[in-house]
Every structure is written in structure tokens, then in C-alpha cells.
């Protein structure tokens, strides 16, 4: 089975970079976007089994960035990305068709296990998954 | 105090009253005994005076019908000695002496005593008219005892009870007083005793003279006291009030129950006649004596003295004073009866506006500005009211004045306890929103450099470069990520604090989140923890989420404070229809006072590695749920903290 296709999105290079690099690393094929344009540009050109998506943007922010890409490529899984997840902006994102949210720093075991085998987590501290 | 209680007091309070009776008593009884005693003195005395004056006349008048007894006696002797026949006889009797020589005539002179006889001069000389007329004046008048007539020398000529008898009696006193050596005179006796049967008497003697004035005889009426002083013996005052006749040297002449001549001290002055009253020997008792002396010229030619003595007990004589006098007392004792009820009545009334004015500042001293005194007396008393009145009215301007200002000053400070209140809290508040939004911005910007490190970390972690190859880097890696993990908490730690939470409310069991929060909390096997839940405590309305944060925050502190094990006791519990408090003993190392203070403060931090903003956070967790946090704490004995939530919301 090939490897899943991971779209990282983050303003923050660094953060693009080094996540990317890990997910290399883990084996998954990945790309990066800094902002949700370039993101959305990335979408239109190919596609992604996921998007690993930050909340908090300049220009156009993740929720935003969620809408479109849920309309260019339905059925891409998307994962938030937030440094502090307020119930507001787990419900909108999941409402939104987000599959789940995860907070930063990243912790690799959860995401790997979302990635890996889509399951459903009780830990709702750290993870809303909706499925 | 109760108004009952209030109006007993104002009973039992009656000096004044009783002041005022005292007052008309003591005034009338004075005036009433003055009253009394000059009028018994004055009473006595005019009664006295009165009396006395009396009792002198009525003596005066005895003597008056004495003297007139005896003056008519007298004029009876003179009518007798003045008898044409009378006088015949002596002439006759006396012609017997005209043919005799001198000692003859002195041999007839001689007192030869009542048992002489001389036939040859007495006999067959007596005028059976001279007879009738003795025995007509001693038949007549029933005192008269006998009449004797004698001729010149003494010689008895006649006699009333035995006829003509022999008897010379010119040596008698009286008889040579009679004749005064032939001038002639009446002669009135003393009092004596006559006879063998005692007998009371005395007797007058007038000379009888012929026509040319020489004495030619004597007559001699012998009066018997007894039966001549009789109608003394009718006079009476009273029961005690008598009369009676005494000489100058206090013999009796006269006097009831007494034997004739008898002597006794009498009282008053024997002279012009006057009364006294005094302690009488002869009754032994007080006596009113009255004097009045006989007066006639007979009596002090004789050498006589004769008073009509009248006397009575003196509690007699003034019986009627003494009746009086009692009844005046009866007559005083009504009226100060009456007096007393006047002064009580009185004093009643006197009392009224008194009594009125004590209702009214014990009204007033409990508080009643509005009460109003009622006096309508139109005297002192209505003045007084009125300024009291005044006086009440001025005292509730200024005390309600005083009230006004006070209820400001304590809204004032109220206020201004007030506006502390919201200041401090506005201050806490400003100070969470300044240090929220800080907390904001810094959390969020080390975000991501946290996710970079710990990106970084993980990819060391993949390459290998940990455990297989390098303990060193291993041990290293950890001790990144864990500091990474710190970071992070401490990130979002504050990222909690600056959020803004709705709590977001669930009816639920309290007693599931105190055991969910302790179940989070990694445990030292040497801390025991005891729970006491209240089984029977209702389902709560609360942001279970945020009091489970609560608890977690609260018992992770207790936790931490018992590093060197100890006991966690926690309990829920009702404490009234409303409030429900959960509470967390722990036999930890304890707060001090300084830090117990500032313990809710948001930095406040006693640990090296704290924001000191958990605690803050739990108070302001709890305040919106309108509950508050309690904590007591002593040095080396433990904490306690206390979380009381209301039921509902």
C-alpha cells in the first residue's frame, strides 16, 4: 500500500520544514504550503489523502482554507492544527469536515495513529475526531 | 420597657401626692388644734368668769333672802315690843319695884338662877292678852322656838312654851347688850347649841320702851336655824352644786349633812364676796366656790360674820365646756377626714399633668419623638408641656438631621467599600485581562518554536540518533522533549488563563467529577487519599469541565504539598438548602500566613516552575459559578481547601 500524500500547511516555515522532514522521514509523502493561497493552488494542481492544516493564518486562515479545499478535493482527510484549541474552533472545524484536531507541539503517536488507522480517540483533551 | 411595666412605675411613684395630703393635713390639724385650744382656753375661761360671776349672784341672792328673813324677824320682835298691851304689862310688872328701896331692888337684881322663884313679884301679873300675843308670834313662825319678854331688872315676865316663870336673866350677856344700860338696842346671837337635845339656834333681843323712850324690858326671840336656814336646803346646781351658811371662822351654820358647828378649811377670801375654783379638802376635789358674806347692819354691830357659801365640783361645773369640747373634736376629726379626701382628690389631680409629663419622657427616652404631651390645665403645668413639647420637636429636627447625616456618612462609606470592591476587582480583573492577553500573545508565538523543537526532536528520534547509538543523546533527547513538555504546559497553562470561558452548564453529579479529577493525578504509592462523598447529593448545574479543572488544580496542589507522604481527605457535603462545599484536608507542609494571603492572586507562585495563575484561575472559575473558594492553612499541620457551589445557578 502506498504511502499517504500529507499536505502541510503553516505559516511558520520552520514549523513546515521540520514537520516535513519527520513525515519524510516516517516514510509519507508530503508537501508544504506557508499560507492557504499556496495551499489551495497545491490542491488545485494535484492530490492529497491529507492536509495537516494550522488554524491561525494571515490572509486566509485555516478555517477558511478548509472550506475551499473541502470543495476543490471532497475527499481529502483534513487535520487542524491549532497552538490552543477552543471548543469554538474544534466544532466550526469539524463542522467543516475537518477529521480532526491536533494540537502543537505535535504529538507523533497520535498523528501517526490517525494517519495510520483512522480511529476513534476518547481523549477529547487533545483530540476531536469526527469520522 | 413594656407600657404596663411603664405605668407601674409612674403608680408607685406618689411622693408629691403624698407631700400634698401631708401638706393639708398637718395644716389643718394645726389649725384645728390652735383653733381647739384657744377656743377651750377662752371657752374655759369665759365659762369660768361666767360662771363664777353666776354662782357670786346666786349666793348674793341667798344672802338677800337670809337678810330679809331676819329683818322681818326683827320687824316682828319690834312689832311685838312696840304692843300697847305688851307694853302695859311691863309697866305693871315693873310698879312692883316703885314702893321697894335700893337694897331691895338690888336683891331683885341678882342672877339668882332658873330655879329661884318669888311668888310674891310673879304671881297673877300675867295679862292673858300679853300671853295670846307671845304664843301668836311663836305659833306663827314655825322657826321661832320661844319668846321671852322680862321686865327692867331681867325678871322673865313671860314665856311662849312654859308661861311665867321666875327667872332673872340681867346677867346675861345679851340682855345687858339689849338693855345698854337703858338706852336700848337690838341684839342678834351668835349660833349655838341649845338644850339637851342639841338644837341649832340663835336669837334676837329688842328692849321694850315706853312712851317717854325708857327702857322698860327686854323680849327675846329664839329662832331655830334648822328650820329658819331650810330653804338653803332646796338650793341645788347640778348634782354636786350645794349652799351653805359659815361664819367668819369657817364653822358651819348651816349646811345639809353636816353636823351643826362643825369646822373645815374653806376656800376664797372672806370678804367682799368672789369666787375661786381649787382643790377643796372637804370633798377632795376640784371645787367652784362662791363667797358672799351677809351684810345687814345687826350682823357687824354684833360682831358677826356670816357667808352663804356655794360650791360644786368643778367637773360639773364644767360638764357642758367638756361636751362641747368633745364634740368639737368629733366636729375637727370630720373635717380632717374630709381634708384628707379633699387632699387626695387633690393631690390627684395635682398629679395628672405630672404624671402625663413621666409618660412622656419615658416615651421620648424610648425613642418616640412624635409623642405629644396633653396638658390643658391654663396654669404652669400647660406652660410646662408646651415647652417640653417645644423641646421634643427641636429634638427630633436635630436628631433627624443628625440621623440624615449619619445614614450618609454609612452609605458614604458603603460606597466607598463599595467602589473598593469594584476597584480591587477591576484592578484583579484588568490585571487577568493584561496578563490574558500577554499570556495570548506569548503562548501563541511560542507555539510554534515549541512545535519546531520538538519536530526536530522527533526527527533525531527516527534518524536513530537516540537509544542504539548514543546513550548520551538519547538521555539528551529526553531531557528536550520533556522540557518541551514543561514549556508547552506552562504555555497552556496560560493560554487557559487568558481564554475567555463561558461556563458551559450540564446537570451532573459533583461526586463523578471529584473522582474523575483524582483519577488524572499521577499518585505516590505513600499518599493515601480518602474520599467522603455525600451519595445523596443532587445533580448540579454546573461547567463540569472547569470544576473538574478545579479540583485537578486544587488536589495536584495538595498532592505536591505532601511530597513525603501523608492523608488527602475529601469531602462533599451539604451545607444548607442551597450550598454544597467540597473540602480538601491535606496533612501536607501547610501555607504561612504571608502566603495565605496572596495565595488566590494571579502570578502568585511558591513553586519554582509555577505561573502562578492556577489558583487564580480555580477563584475565577468558581466566582462565575457563583461560589467562592475557602482556604485555612497552619505551618506543618496541613491545608484545608473548601470549594461551596451553589445548587442551582
Known amino acids: 500500500m502506498e504511502k499517504p500524500s500529507i499536505l502541510i500547511i503553516d505559516d511558520d516555515f520552520n514549523f513546515c520544514q521540520t514537520l516535513s522532514t519527520v513525515l519524510d522521514a516516517c516514510g509519507y509523502k508530503t508537501a508544504v504550503a506557508v499560507s492557504g493561497i499556496e495551499a489551495i493552488g497545491l490542491l488545485k494542481q494535484r492530490t492529497f489523502d491529507y492536509l495537516l492544516l494550522d488554524t491561525i493564518m494571515p490572509v486566509m486562515d485555516g478555517l477558511e482554507t478548509l472550506k475551499q479545499a473541502k470543495r476543490i478535493s471532497p475527499n481529502v482527510k483534513v487535520v487542524m492544527l491549532t497552538a490552543f484549541s477552543s471548543n469554538e474552533i474544534i466544532e466550526k472545524a469539524l463542522k467543516h469536515g475537518a477529521s480532526a484536531v491536533l494540537r502543537k507541539p505535535i504529538d507523533f503517536n497520535k498523528l501517526n495513529s490517525l494517519i495510520e488507522g483512522p480511529r476513534r480517540l476518547a481523549d477529547e483533551q487533545n483530540i476531536n475526531y469526527r469520522g | 420597657m413594656a407600657p404596663d411595666k411603664l405605668e407601674n412605675k409612674v403608680m408607685h411613684k406618689t411622693g408629691i401626692q403624698r407631700k400634698i395630703i401631708y401638706m393639708i393635713c398637718i395644716s389643718a390639724l394645726i389649725v384645728a388644734s390652735v383653733g381647739l385650744a384657744i377656743g377651750y382656753?377662752?371657752?374655759?375661761?369665759?365659762?369660768?368668769?361666767?360662771?363664777?360671776?353666776?354662782?357670786?349672784?346666786?349666793?348674793?341672792?341667798?344672802?338677800?333672802?337670809?337678810?330679809?328673813?331676819?329683818?322681818?324677824?326683827?320687824?316682828?320682835?319690834?312689832m311685838t315690843v312696840e304692843n300697847p298691851a305688851v307694853i302695859e304689862e311691863i309697866k305693871k310688872q315693873n310698879l312692883k319695884y316703885e314702893d321697894l328701896d335700893k337694897d331691895e331692888i338690888e336683891k331683885y337684881k341678882k342672877c339668882d338662877g332658873e330655879n329661884s322663884k318669888d311668888v310674891f313679884i310673879t304671881r297673877g301679873y300675867l295679862d292673858p292678852a300679853v300671853k295670846e300675843i307671845l304664843e301668836g308670834l311663836a305659833y306663827k313662825r314655825s322657826w321661832l322656838k320661844e319668846v321671852i319678854i322680862t321686865d327692867k331688872l331681867g325678871r322673865v315676865i313671860d314665856h311662849s312654851d312654859i308661861g311665867m316663870q321666875s327667872i332673872n336673866l340681867a346677867c346675861q350677856d345679851w340682855w345687858?347688850?339689849?338693855?345698854?344700860?337703858?338706852?336700848?338696842?337690838?341684839?342678834?346671837?351668835?349660833?349655838?347649841?341649845?338644850?339637851p337635845e342639841k338644837i341649832l339656834v340663835f336669837f334676837l333681843a329688842a328692849p321694850v320702851k315706853n312712851d317717854s323712850g325708857e327702857v322698860i324690858g327686854v323680849c327675846k326671840a329664839v329662832i331655830k336655824g334648822e328650820d329658819f336656814f331650810m330653804f338653803l336646803q332646796k338650793f341645788k346646781i347640778g348634782m354636786t352644786g350645794h349652799a351653805f351658811l359659815i361664819d367668819k371662822d369657817g364653822r358651819v351654820i348651816y349646811r345639809k349633812d353636816a353636823p351643826p358647828l362643825s369646822k373645815f378649811e374653806i376656800l376664797g377670801v372672806r370678804g367682799q364676796g368672789n369666787w375661786v375654783t381649787g382643790y377643796y379638802p372637804l370633798y377632795k376635789k376640784r371645787q367652784f366656790v362662791a363667797l358672799a358674806p351677809l351684810r345687814l347692819p345687826i350682823f357687824s354691830e354684833n360682831n358677826l360674820q356670816w357667808f352663804i357659801h356655794i360650791s360644786q365640783d368643778e367637773d360639773e361645773t364644767f360638764l357642758p365646756l367638756k361636751v362641747l369640747f368633745g364634740q368639737l373634736i368629733n366636729v375637727i376629726l370630720l373635717i380632717f377626714i374630709a381634708?384628707?379626701?379633699?387632699?387626695?382628690?387633690?393631690?390627684?389631680?395635682?398629679?395628672?399633668?405630672?404624671?402625663?409629663?413621666?409618660?412622656?419622657?419615658?416615651?421620648?427616652?424610648?425613642?418616640?419623638?412624635?409623642?405629644?404631651?396633653?396638658?390643658?390645665?391654663?396654669?404652669?403645668?400647660?406652660?410646662?408641656?408646651?415647652?417640653?413639647?417645644?423641646?421634643?420637636?427641636?429634638?427630633?429636627?436635630?436628631?433627624?438631621?443628625?440621623?440624615?447625616?449619619?445614614?450618609?456618612?454609612?452609605?458614604?462609606?458603603?460606597?466607598?467599600?463599595?467602589?473598593?470592591?469594584?476597584?480591587?476587582?477591576?484592578?484583579?480583573?484588568?490585571?487577568?485581562?493584561?496578563?490574558?492577553?500577554?499570556?495570548?500573545?506569548?503562548?501563541?508565538?511560542?507555539?510554534?518554536?515549541?512545535?519546531?523543537?520538538?519536530?526536530?526532536?522527533?526527527?533525531?528520534r527516527i534518524l536513530g540518533l537516540g537509544a542504539e547509538k548514543n546513550k548520551k543523546v538519547e538521555e539528551n533527547l529526553n531531557i528536550l522533549e520533556e522540557e518541551i513538555e514543561n514549556s508547552d504546559k506552562i504555555i497552556t497553562n496560560l493560554l487557559e488563563f487568558s481564554r475567555e470561558k463561558k461556563p458551559d452548564l450540564k446537570s451532573d453529579s459533583i461526586n463523578i467529577d471529584i473522582m474523575e479529577s483524582i483519577e488524572k493525578i499521577k499518585i505516590a504509592p505513600e499518599i493515601d487519599i480518602e474520599t467522603e462523598l455525600d451519595t445523596t447529593l443532587p445533580l448540579m448545574l454546573l461547567d463540569h469541565s472547569q470544576i473538574k479543572e478545579v479540583i485537578y488544580n486544587i488536589v495536584s496542589n495538595a498532592v505536591e504539598a505532601m511530597k513525603n507522604g501523608g492523608k488527602l481527605t475529601v469531602k462533599s457535603y451539604r451545607i444548607n438548602e442551597t450550598f454544597v462545599e467540597i473540602s480538601f484536608t491535606d496533612t501536607g507542609e501547610g501555607i504561612s500566613a504571608e502566603n495565605l494571603k496572596n495565595i488566590f492572586e494571579p502570578l502568585f507562585s511558591t513553586k519554582p516552575k509555577g505561573t502562578g495563575l492556577g489558583l487564580a484561575v480555580c477563584q475565577s472559575l468558581v466566582e462565575n459559578h457563583g461560589g467562592k473558594i475557602e482556604v485555612e492553612s497552619q505551618v506543618g499541620k496541613g491545608t484545608v481547601f473548601k470549594i461551596i457551589l451553589p445548587i442551582k445557578i
Open chain 2, 176 to 195: 345687858q347688850k339689849t338693855y345698854a344700860q337703858g338706852k336700848g338696842r337690838i341684839y342678834l346671837s351668835d349660833i349655838k347649841l341649845d338644850g
Open chain 2, 41 to 78: 382656753t377662752n371657752g374655759y375661761n369665759l365659762l369660768r368668769s361666767t360662771i363664777g360671776e353666776e354662782y357670786l349672784k346666786m349666793a348674793q341672792l341667798l344672802v338677800i333672802s337670809i337678810e330679809r328673813s331676819v329683818e322681818s324677824q326683827i320687824e316682828a320682835i319690834e
Open chain 2, 339 to 460: 381634708m384628707i379626701i379633699i387632699g387626695v382628690a387633690f393631690a390627684q389631680i395635682f398629679m395628672i399633668p405630672i404624671r402625663k409629663l413621666h409618660y412622656a419622657t419615658t416615651k421620648v427616652a424610648q425613642g418616640d419623638l412624635d409623642y405629644k404631651v396633653e396638658i390643658k390645665t391654663n396654669d404652669e403645668f400647660e406652660e410646662f408641656a408646651d415647652s417640653f413639647n417645644w423641646m421634643i420637636s427641636s429634638l427630633k429636627t436635630s436628631t433627624a438631621s443628625l440621623d440624615r447625616l449619619n445614614k450618609e456618612i454609612v452609605e458614604r462609606r458603603k460606597a466607598e467599600e463599595e467602589l473598593k470592591k469594584t476597584q480591587d476587582k477591576l484592578m484583579r480583573s484588568e490585571k487577568l485581562a493584561v496578563i490574558g492577553r500577554l499570556s495570548a500573545i506569548v503562548a501563541h508565538e511560542l507555539k510554534n518554536p515549541l512545535g519546531v523543537m520538538k519536530n526536530v526532536a522527533y526527527h533525531f
